[in-house]
């Protein structure tokens, strides 16, 4: 399997993680790989490349600019790192969700 942050996600959490993810986000701690800002930080630098293209597409989905990642970018760099992992995350969840729902895996 390769080595992506969307393989971190279907590797570390189940179904029901990733569903809390997807409807409540990260800061609530659902996200276990995910809760200290070595942990973010760690991801971010393993997949930057990713984290950023997932943002990117996202925004070009969208029309719009996740205004948290603006405002945690002011705050400086470990807070920034932390809002783009999270962000990512949370899209990816939902996507996941979307994907297991499509392929009859989960109701």
Request: glycine residues 6%.
């Amino acid at each position: 399997m390769q080595d992506t942050f969307k393989n971190h996600m279907i590797q570390n959490y189940e179904i029901d993680e990733l569903k809390d993810i997807a409807r409540y986000g990260c800061v609530n701690g659902t996200a276990g790989t995910m809760i200290y800002y070595s942990q973010t930080i760690e991801l971010y630098g393993q997949y930057t490349e990713e984290l950023h293209t997932i943002i990117s597409d996202w925004c070009e989905q969208t029309g719009e600019t996740p205004e948290y990642l603006t405002k945690a970018l002011a705050e400086g760099f470990t807070s920034f790192v932390n809002a783009v992992v999270w962000f990512c995350a949370e899209v990816l969840a939902d996507e996941l969700i979307i994907e297991y729902e499509t392929k009859g895996e989960i109701a």
